[in-house]
């Protein structure tokens, strides 16, 4: 074993200058922006500004709460503010029970503004298949669940100005529904059609709807992969909202060393420049957020620099935000957990406390389970590129005997610091599992788990560390220990980490678990989760 460091910074140079008439909680700048803006997994985004502030969702899928709301003042720096819905009940999977919903569970979500209320929609990818609609006054406050109604896969709200409501959705052929004026559900003999048929070129992936109204015309954003071709963002448009529409390759650009951008929306700022948020597979990371500006040309809303490419680096206004990030530090000292922190599926929240141990988190065990992939209350943060490093600080004394706790850098492929009591004492073991999913239910059938190393552990508490380096062609992680929070000892072997497209569809998150394989648990206690980019 060998001492441990981080040994990598990361420096972005930004030229600044102070803006007058400034907002009373930060400071307006002109500041040179690195691509990617969000260099984390937020996939399927939906943008829409009100007013000065911009607000964004996107896809956590199995992950709960659900539906995370993110704000920005400068499409830059974002943070969140709530989500959508605390957990989701449509089958007993969301619970862990009768198999599983990872890479199901909430997709592609749209949002949308109108005369003071927000709307959201979005389709689970998994059984009974019926959309959501929530809404709210207050996009950091409770959602309220307007409607369950048909199925819209990858769907984009557009609210039109006549007061009409529209969906538009579909992969392959994209359709368009008419809804209710009250959002309750399709609207009897209203618009139902089929309004953008791929042509011929079209010969692989054709879906992700996104759709504005500008000047009149009609644009939806759909994402296109023709077969043996890079993926790349389209733009169809039209006069009226049946079509015709025509099209036109807006965005088909290399990025960072990675084949492909593409999927994502059209936002306008205050100052009328438009910007698409498009995001891009980067490997074990997930699905990171490019910003690009647009350049309307010939009526159509081109993104890139001014030859079409995803620009390294932008220049604009930006107006930093406070707590702006994916991933944030927490001590639990207030009596809550931050904003940011997931949990595996549904929680059991009788089984979770920071209140039986003030300043600590604790996680009881959560009935039986065989492995990490069916232990509740695991709960978990993104993930930043191009490194970070995240620890937990952990007190072990309520475990008992057929107890596993730790740590892990998590997804369907994961690595873990594994925290093992037999009976007979406990041992540290660092371990790589994969789990195989199948059906019924998307069930656990099998999972796959190897031993790299093991040490034998004598104190109560316990710092594990898990160092993520995602720079291209890494995506590496590396795991150590410490028995006092001082001296720190490798342990195991760095764990390749992948974008999993088959099971978790995310990328690699950090993660806290506690589970038993008896049935006869006991608890563990965090003292603090340290997060360093």
Not at 100 to 129: E, M
Not at 168 to 195: A, C
Not at 424 to 431: D, E, H, I, S
Request: with cysteine; charged share 25%.
């Amino acid at each position: 074993m060998k001492k441990n460091s981080l040994g990598i910074a990361f420096v972005l140079s930004v030229s600044v200058l102070f803006m007058p008439g400034c907002s009373s909680h930060s400071e307006t700048l002109i500041s040179s922006v690195e691509n990617p803006v969000l260099w984390a997994d937020v996939p399927d985004p939906d943008v829409i500004r009100v007013g000065d502030d911009f607000y964004m969702v996107s896809t956590t899928m199995h992950l709960m709460p659900g539906c995370p709301v993110m704000h920005s003042k400068d499409l830059v720096n974002w943070r969140t503010i709530g989500y959508v819905f605390d957990r989701l009940e449509d089958t007993p999977r969301y619970d862990l029970e009768g198999g599983t919903v990872y890479g199901k569970g909430q997709w592609a979500t749209s949002i949308r503004y109108r005369d003071g209320r927000f709307y959201v929609l979005f389709s689970p990818n998994d059984q009974p298949y019926k959309s959501y609609i929530y809404t709210t006054t207050d996009p950091a406050g409770k959602w309220e669940l307007l409607a369950r109604t048909d199925h819209f896969h990858d769907a984009s709200l557009l609210l039109d100005d006549d007061g009409r409501n529209y969906v538009f959705y579909g992969g392959g052929d994209i359709r368009l529904r008419e809804l209710k004026s009250d959002f309750s559900g399709v609207e009897p003999g209203g618009i139902d059609t089929v309004v953008i048929h791929p042509d011929s070129s079209e010969t692989g992936l054709h879906e992700g709807s996104r759709v504005i109204k500008h000047d009149g015309k009609y644009y939806a954003f759909v994402i296109s992969w023709p077969s043996g071709e890079p993926r790349r963002q389209l733009c169809y448009r039209a006069d009226s909202i049946t079509g015709p529409y025509e099209k036109m390759v807006v965005l088909q650009s290399e990025f960072g060393g990675f084949p492909y951008v593409g999927q994502g929306c059209l936002v306008d700022d205050n100052d009328g420049n438009w910007w698409g948020i498009i995001f891009q597979d980067r490997g074990g990371v997930g699905r990171i957020l490019t910003l690009n500006p647009a350049t309307w040309t010939d009526g159509w809303p081109m993104l890139g620099d001014s030859i079409g490419h995803v620009p390294s680096v932008i220049t604009k206004k930006t107006e930093p935000l406070p707590h702006s990030g994916v991933a944030m530090s927490d001590d639990f000292a207030d009596g809550r957990k931050n904003i940011l922190w997931q949990w595996n599926h549904n929680p059991v929240d009788s089984l979770w406390s920071l209140s039986e141990r003030p300043g600590w988190l604790r996680l009881h065990t959560v009935g039986t389970a065989d492995n990490i992939f069916l232990a509740r209350n695991t709960i978990s943060q993104r993930m930043e590129g191009p490194a970070c490093e995240g620890t937990v600080k952990i007190d072990i004394s309520g475990m008992k005997a057929g107890d596993r706790a730790g740590f892990a850098a998590w997804n369907g492929d994961a690595g873990l610091l594994t925290i093992a009591d037999d009976g007979n004492g406990r041992r540290l073991v660092a371990q790589t599992a994969s789990v195989a999913l199948g059906e019924p239910g998307h069930a656990v059938t099998a999972v796959e788990t190897v031993d790299t190393e093991s040490v034998t552990l004598e104190h109560n508490e316990v710092w594990l560390r898990i160092n993520a380096d995602f720079r291209p062609g890494t995506d590496t992680a590396t795991f150590s220990y410490s028995t006092d929070g001082a001296e720190w000892y490798e342990i195991g072997k760095p764990f390749k980490m992948r974008f999993d497209y088959r099971r978790f569809f995310m990328g690699t998150r950090f993660a806290i678990f506690n589970y038993s394989t008896t049935g006869n648990g006991g608890y563990i206690d965090i003292d603090e989760f340290k997060y360093k980019k």
